[in-house]
């Protein structure tokens, strides 16, 4: 499947901007089930043609702001509006919102141009708007093909393009999408993930996609919105969201990452901020500005790729070091993954690409090896 050329996508930044004007805005939101918060004093900003996610565990309130936003649920405080206009109130069939769901709930006994018209067909278009509305779509999901066929004639991955053709035929404002691509294998989901990229870039609209899925969400967004308990815990890009995560939370719910609890110990100023922790007994040091305290508690948190591994002690003496034992090693193909257990008895990952096809590894399980880290590696965290 080629993918469109194109300008590169994120450098589409209108929230950087000071006179952007957000496309949608949830101001104050709280939608209650009785005695259950499902979104707690919500407020967010989505712009014009941004590709925006909603990131969090099952029940965090993702798909709930969602629906608030589609009309399917209504707030029980707060508002939304969409271009500066308060929808609340206003039914989803007069919303310029549709809604793509995880299981497409496509008509079995439709063909697949049928099922695209049939939207079009409720809103009484002229026959030949729709024949030339549906053509369009089809053009866009590559199914020309495929028009006389019905969804039982289809693979997993055309029923998925054929139900986003049919939710972008009325040319929604907004297209939301619920968990898109969950029912589809590894390989075709990350396919189809650049797919939506591409058609989004080329319609220009604002897509609003709610997944669980964090390399989803990394691949597609222009910015993520990480949830958890009803509220927004971070707002950022993706390269943000996994570098600087804001909290233990954030850090710990997007990929893998050693996080090591401790003290701070040192904080010096001058051209650039060092600060400096007790971790149990493993003293880090950190080039960080940032929040923290002599004598607070904090956590040091770094990426396993950005841990380097080997036999021998580092020759730099800048750089932080911790010596210990392989436990185990996890070949993932195009890196492996060492846990190294220190003397402590503490646990570290380490990521190293696989750069030689070489299946002997000159690291292996039982060596001692040592561990080490630039101070800008890794980062502290206050909250």
Not at 245 to 264: C, K, L, Q, W
Not at 370 to 377: E, F, I, N, Q
């Amino acid at each position: 499947m080629a993918r469109s050329l194109g300008p590169v996508k994120r450098t589409f930044s209108p929230w950087t901007e000071p006179d952007a004007v957000p496309f949608i805005c949830f101001e104050n939101i709280t939608k209650r089930y009785g005695d259950f918060t499902a979104v707690s004093e919500l407020s967010l900003d989505i712009y014009e043609r941004e590709f925006f996610s909603l990131l969090g565990p099952s029940g965090c309130g993702k798909t709930t702001l969602m629906r608030m936003l589609a009309g399917f649920e209504e707030p029980t405080e707060g508002r939304i509006l969409l271009q500066g206009k308060d929808i609340s109130g206003v039914p989803p069939y007069r919303r310029p919102t549709n809604m793509m769901f995880q299981s497409y709930a496509l008509f079995p006994h439709m063909t697949v141009e049928k099922n695209i018209a049939f939207g079009l067909e409720q809103d009484k278009l002229p026959k030949g708007e729709i024949d030339e509305r549906v053509q369009e779509m089809l053009r866009l999901v590559r199914l020309e093909e495929f028009a006389k066929r019905k969804p039982g004639q289809l693979s997993g991955g055309q029923r998925q393009r054929v139900a986003l053709a049919r939710s972008l035929a009325k040319r929604p404002k907004v297209l939301l999408l619920d968990e898109p691509l969950g029912a589809l294998d590894r390989k075709l989901r990350e396919e189809t993930q650049f797919e939506l990229m591409d058609i989004q870039h080329t319609l220009g609209l604002t897509f609003l996609i709610v997944t669980h899925d964090q390399e989803e969400a990394m691949t597609v967004s222009d910015r993520i919105a990480v949830m958890d308990k009803g509220r927004i815990v971070q707002v950022a890009t993706p390269a943000e969201i996994y570098e600087a995560p804001n909290s233990r939370y954030v850090a710990d719910f997007i990929g893998d990452i050693n996080i090591m609890e401790g003290t701070v110990t040192g904080v010096s100023g001058g051209s650039s901020m060092i600060v400096t922790m007790n971790c149990d007994g493993l003293g880090v040091a950190v080039e960080q500005e940032c929040a923290a305290v002599e004598g607070s508690k904090a956590a040091f948190a770094i990426r396993p790729e950005k841990v380097r591994i080997t036999l021998d002690p580092p020759s730099d003496t800048g750089v932080n070091a911790a010596h210990g034992e392989v436990w185990d090693i996890g070949y993932l193909g195009d890196f492996s993954v060492f846990l190294v257990r220190l003397e402590d008895g503490r646990i570290i990952r380490a990521a190293q690409a696989n750069v030689s096809r070489l299946v002997d590894r000159p690291i292996t399980f039982g060596d001692m090896v040592w561990l080490s880290w630039p101070r800008d590696a890794g980062l502290i965290l206050t909250n």
